[in-house]
């Protein structure tokens, strides 16, 4: 069996995937790894965005990959990928969610199914890198503002009040400084006048 004939038996992967696996940590060994694996692909499957450690997400996200292009490609009729998902999918009602509503969004996708976002880093946590690892086309509002500089975005006008506000304290003081510095002058004028007028 050639390469070519070998490429058509498992579909390529959009996503770049490390050759080496993951190290994580489990004190049950090989199988732990990999219950905490079906753990997170069941989740990301039933709530379409999930955060998580970033070692544990980028790794999860492979089998994810895997298991929405087999069955794009293969459907709910092949007892291979039914085995699949099956394996993967640790409550039973998201192979049917797998096969009737993601099968059919990301049939005509050109790129991958997931998107994986680094989470800010908590202060006060020990230093673990989050990310968020969620499908693409969920109902979700977006992680990432493409306009940032909108004028109507709320934190925009916000910033725009509060400067007004400091604005207009500051033009207050000045008025005061200006009007206090006036009413001094004059007082001088006053009393060099009434010297003059003494003397």
């Not at 905490?36 to 069941?42: C, E, I, N």
């Not at 293969?74 to 009602?93: F, I």
């Not at 680094?118 to 890198?129: G, L, M, T, Y």
């Not at 940032?148 to 007004?164: E, P």
């Amino acid at each position: 069996m050639n390469q070519a004939e070998v490429s058509k038996l498992v579909s390529k992967l959009r996503i770049k995937v490390n050759p080496q696996p993951r190290k994580l940590r489990n004190g049950q060994g090989p199988e732990g790894r990999l219950n905490k694996l079906r753990k997170t692909v069941t989740g990301l499957i039933k709530h379409e965005r999930i955060e998580l450690n970033y070692p544990r997400a980028d790794e999860a996200r492979h089998y994810a990959e895997r298991l929405i292009s087999e069955a794009i490609r293969h459907g709910d009729c092949h007892k291979p990928t039914m085995r699949m998902a099956d394996y993967w999918l640790l409550e039973k009602e998201l192979v049917h969610k797998l096969f009737k509503v993601l099968a059919p969004r990301y049939e005509n996708f050109d790129s991958s199914f997931t998107r994986m976002y680094r989470a800010p880093k908590p202060q006060v946590e020990r230093d673990v890198s989050k990310s968020v690892l969620e499908l693409k086309g969920n109902p979700f509002p977006s992680l990432t503002t493409r306009h940032a500089n909108s004028r109507l975005l709320i934190q925009n006008i916000l910033l725009d009040a509060a400067k007004y506000d400091y604005r207009q304290s500051k033009y207050a003081e000045m008025a005061d400084k200006i009007g206090s510095g006036k009413s001094q002058m004059e007082e001088k004028q006053e009393v060099s006048n009434e010297e003059e007028t003494k003397s």
